[in-house]
């Protein structure tokens, strides 16, 4: 048995950017940074990892539509590898998170400045299959 799920808060790096295929299949990609802070000889140290975030069909839509630099997303999803070739003919890598469920939290902004909303106050949810029903908890972010 392998689990391969990945969870993560964090910033939009960028705006998104969409393309479209046959039979109006989209996807869409934009960097997605976390941030850890800690103390380090007395000193405030701020770690941020940035991770490369994949949207196909409808959660591209959405992103398209609704996300924007600086906003704060929660995404769920899974780790994929994928190589190719460069025009030199040098074997490249990237690591992606493909999504399978996002939550646009808001700005960091407009996070600083006003309390805490609960999840039903919240802007809207997406999942990857919107027929699947998605069960409501009061998460703690």
Request: aromatic share 8%; net charge negative.
């Amino acid at each position: 048995m392998s689990v391969n799920k990945v969870i993560l808060v964090g910033n939009v790096g960028k705006d998104p950017e969409v393309k479209y295929f046959d039979n109006d299949v989209s996807v869409c990609n934009f960097p997605l940074a976390t941030s850890e802070t800690y103390t380090k000889n007395g000193e405030k140290v701020t770690q941020t990892e940035w991770h490369n975030i994949v949207l196909w069909r409808g959660l591209a839509k959405v992103a398209e539509n609704y996300v924007k630099k600086g906003m704060q997303l929660y995404i769920e999803g899974s780790l994929r590898t994928r190589s190719w070739e460069d025009q030199d003919g040098n074997k490249k890598y990237i690591t992606e998170v493909m999504a399978s469920n996002m939550q646009m939290l808001g700005r960091k902004s407009d996070n600083e400045s006003a309390s805490q909303a609960s999840s039903e106050t919240a802007q809207p949810t997406a999942a990857a299959d919107s027929s699947v029903e998605e069960e409501t908890d009061d998460l703690p972010f």
